[in-house]
């Protein structure tokens, strides 16, 4: 599976952001069968989990310092999954990766086998 994660920019805190992740290549038809996740990576520190969708979309997972501020979702007609952020804070300032999963808990960035390239988001206060 090939990811590819857009949609990253300069907002101001308080704004808005709507990431996409995108599924091409040969396995187009397979990202419904993916769980998904967005981590993040802020500068000078380790990776992070943001969210995770199963791959129905039933189930979502969100970290405690983004609950109710962001949103993913998935549209599997589309091969793509959205993170759309919401009063966006300086500390969301990173480059925000896409994964999938077939298995596991979606939590763990372990568990992802397959990596977008990263998409930079950068928050002025």
């Known amino acids: 599976v090939q990811l590819q994660a857009s949609g990253g920019g300069l907002v101001q805190a308080g704004g808005s952001l709507r990431l996409s992740c995108a599924a091409s290549?040969?396995?187009?038809?397979?990202?419904?069968?993916?769980?998904m996740g967005w981590f993040r990576q802020p500068p000078g520190e380790e990776r992070e989990f943001v969210a995770a969708?199963?791959?129905?979309?039933?189930?979502?997972y969100y970290a405690d310092s983004v609950k109710g501020r962001f949103t993913i979702s998935r549209d599997n007609a589309k091969n793509t999954v959205y993170l759309q952020m919401n009063s966006l804070k300086p500390e969301d300032t990173a480059v925000y990766y896409c994964a999938a999963t077939r298995y596991g808990t979606l939590l763990t960035e372990s568990e992802y086998a397959y990596w977008g390239q990263g998409t930079l988001v950068t928050v002025s206060s």
């Open positions: 969708i199963s791959w129905h979309g039933g189930i979502t």
């Open positions: 290549g040969r396995t187009l038809s397979t990202l419904s069968s993916y769980g």
